[in-house]
């Protein structure tokens, strides 16, 4: 069992996790486009489908409109785990369940709910349970019996995002940074109308994402940005080159 080997898909460069269809576009649409536009190879996993919901007719209507979505941000791979809406828990199977598409895909970065979301659904926070624990679990060796012929993969980075419509930062963590998403507005507003199940009956939601996406940029002096706040400090080996100073030419 421990010399199964499995053929691998190619890499991505990042996954972005959510809890239904359609958190990872209002949370974080524009990085997601601005990344596959510089040529990132870009994964999103959806834990659940998202249903049932009032106004979408079946789980495959909804499907077809992730769908959708991932191809207006230039996402090369979405995958969704089925695991149950509304229900969903942090458990161990479900940790294994994501983890094994860690494994599989072998990411750089995994970007992921990084607080409650009150009044609004409960998922979430298991959501970001599950992430932290699918990340540690990605990289355990001597496991094989979860996951048989996947290797051990230690991701390099985590961040943490916020809904769009929730507050601008997350409480306690100090470490946020703020992706200018100017160029890539319009695309991350273009990939939540395709939920049309989701938000045709709420013609507010293009205002109040475009309204929060102006008061984080504004925080940076740029026209629209999104909010991530790391999971723990990390290290810079070129300072200029993260703050996107170029070099002085003659």
């Known amino acids: 069992m421990g010399d199964q080997k499995i053929n691998l898909p190619e890499r991505l460069d990042l996954i972005a996790v959510g809890a239904h269809p359609d958190d990872v576009e209002i949370a974080c649409g524009g ?3 601005k990344l596959a536009r510089k040529g990132y190879r870009i994964g999103i996993i959806d834990l659940t489908d998202g249903e049932p919901t009032p106004n979408s007719p079946s789980p495959e209507v909804r499907l077809r409109e992730a769908d ?3 191809r207006v941000l230039g996402v090369h791979k979405r995958i969704q785990l089925d695991l149950p809406n509304r229900r969903l828990f942090d458990c161990f199977e479900h940790r294994v369940a994501l983890a094994k598409e860690f494994r599989r895909y072998r990411p750089q970065l995994v970007i992921g709910f990084g607080e ?13 349970q ?4 699918a990340v540690f679990y990605s990289r355990l060796t001597k496991w094989d019996e979860y996951f048989p012929g996947l290797p051990v993969h230690s991701i390099q980075r985590q961040l943490y995002y916020r809904l769009a419509v929730e507050p601008d930062t997350l409480a306690g963590n100090p470490y946020h940074q703020i992706v200018d998403i100017s160029d890539t507005i319009e695309t991350k507003i273009e990939s939540i109308l395709c939920y049309k199940t989701q938000f045709e009956h709420k013609p507010n939601i293009v205002t109040r994402v475009r309204a929060a996406a102006t008061v984080t940029g504004a925080a940076a002096s740029v026209t629209a940005g999104e909010s991530f706040a790391a ?3 990390f290290a810079v080996d070129n300072l200029m080159l993260t703050l996107a100073l170029e070099p002085l030419s003659d």
């Open 116 to 128: 409650k979301t009150p009044m609004a659904s409960p998922d979430h926070w298991q959501a970001m």
């Open 31 to 33: 990085t997601l486009a």
């Open 231 to 233: 999971a723990k400090p």
């Open 68 to 70: 959708q979505a991932a």
């Open 130 to 133: 599950i992430t932290d624990a």
